[in-house]
């Protein structure tokens, strides 16, 4: 069978830990919320009604791609684009194109920048790795205007951090409704969590300061993944509600 991602891939081994994910969409939760086109999510309702059942949702399909079979992964790819041409057609106009370039940009900063954080550093051919598969994603979906290479993405991702986010009511309503739905145990986590993982822009428009609480916690964490005791942090800091789905997202190599 033909995969849409080599099996031997770092993406893989990215995308197979179920703390990983969570760093990933825990920095991209942060970054969506300052978006300039975060209110599209606000007229379907999903996000701020639900914001972990979106995270699942989200997961559920970049999952999919990443593990799946190459006409499974397109179907899939497609699904996305259908669902997201459905809200357009209902709200009357097109998700910008940047929009969308975004959302594949975060995919890409934080499957790095949260591998980075637990595992070790990526070399300049993983990044590339990394970059190529959701490039392909995109490409997929019709996004219009993706660089080529991993080394051109750099400079068009700098300048969507200084152009295309901003401190906004939606901003804080998301945080409130992570706050909602977490409680405040697991919401403080998660924006020590964030600290970790988002870039300088990002922590300047939250006023995120640069020290997270959690900063001494990682390298025990680490030990306590080799011995196979993190599912004890994991069932203290986790929503009992989606223990069974996180565990789900763990894929042994």
Not at 10 to 37: C, H, P, Q, Y
Not at 128 to 146: C, I, Q, T, W
Not at 149 to 158: D, E, H, M, S
């Amino acid at each position: 069978m033909s995969f849409f991602v080599n099996e031997n891939s770092v993406v893989r081994k990215i995308w197979g830990r179920s703390d990983t994910i969570l760093f990933i969409f825990a920095g991209a939760a942060a970054e969506f919320a300052l978006n300039k086109a975060v209110d599209w999510l606000y007229f379907t309702g999903k996000l701020p009604a639900d914001p972990l059942g979106r995270l699942f949702s989200t997961v559920r399909y970049a999952r999919l791609i990443v593990f799946a079979g190459e006409e499974d992964a397109n179907k899939a790819i497609d699904t996305m684009h259908h669902i997201h041409a459905a809200v357009e057609k209902s709200r009357g106009y097109s998700i910008p194109d940047w929009a969308y370039r975004d959302v594949l940009f975060m995919l890409i900063y934080y499957s790095i920048a949260a591998h980075e954080l637990l595992e070790k550093k990526l070399s300049e051919e993983e990044k590339e790795e990394v970059y190529n598969v959701f490039y392909r994603v995109g490409k997929r979906m019709g996004v219009k205007d993706l660089p080529l290479t991993y080394k051109n993405w750099l400079p068009v991702r700098a300048s969507h951090l200084e152009n295309d986010l901003q401190k906004t009511g939606y901003t804080a309503d998301l945080f409130k409704q992570y706050k909602k739905h977490l409680g405040a145990m697991r919401f403080n986590v998660l924006i020590e969590g964030q600290k970790l993982v988002v870039p300088e822009r990002v922590k300047e428009l939250l006023q995120f300061s640069d020290f997270s609480l959690l900063t001494p916690v990682v390298p025990v964490y680490k030990i306590s993944r080799l011995m196979k005791l993190d599912w004890m942090l994991k069932n203290v800091l986790l929503p009992s509600d989606y223990k069974e789905q996180i565990n789900e997202l763990d894929v042994n190599y």
